[in-house]
């Protein structure tokens, strides 16, 4: 309700420090519904309902959780997700050069240019020099050096 998405920077410590949301969620109680409880672990389901301060409610639908069977997200979805985690600790260009790697796998069956990316930098690098690449980007022609993966 103060931000357009629920991602880690909300949900860790830094983000539940904001003021604001500190404020809403004062003003928030979670109560169970037993029903809806019931039907977990199956189907992971909410309902929320507010009442404004003038006693007014509104009450939603009941939703699945987003990735449920029910509620799964689209390809472009997790393409979204998947980049929004992987560009700050990867880099742009290595997050979607690691994106390719991974949706290439249904049509490959060398499984070589994901390990790539998997194993640690010692196991790719030990024969490599300062100015010698060290390995062959699995996804393009451009060779990478152990100290950019």
């Not at 003003?27 to 519904?33: A, K």
């Not at 069956?109 to 790719?124: G, I, N």
Request: net charge negative; hydrophobic share 35%.
């Amino acid at each position: 309700m103060t931000r357009d998405a629920v991602g880690p920077e909300e949900v860790l410590e830094g983000g539940l420090e904001d003021p604001e949301i500190r404020a809403l969620a004062s003003r928030v109680d979670i109560v169970r519904d037993p029903q809806l409880d019931s039907l977990f672990p199956d189907q992971a389901l909410a309902r929320v309902e507010i009442e404004t301060s003038d006693e007014r409610r509104c009450v939603s639908e009941i939703v699945s959780a987003p990735g449920d069977a029910g509620n799964a997200p689209s390809d472009d979805e997790l393409a979204d997700k998947f980049k929004k985690l992987a560009t700050p600790v990867l880099g742009p260009e290595q997050a979607t050069e690691l994106l390719s790697c991974i949706r290439e796998l249904p049509e490959g069956a060398d499984l070589s240019s994901l390990l790539r990316w998997l194993l640690p930098k010692e196991y790719d690098c030990e024969q490599a020099t300062n100015d010698a690449p060290c390995q062959t980007s699995p996804c393009a022609t451009e060779p990478r050096h152990h100290s950019e993966i």
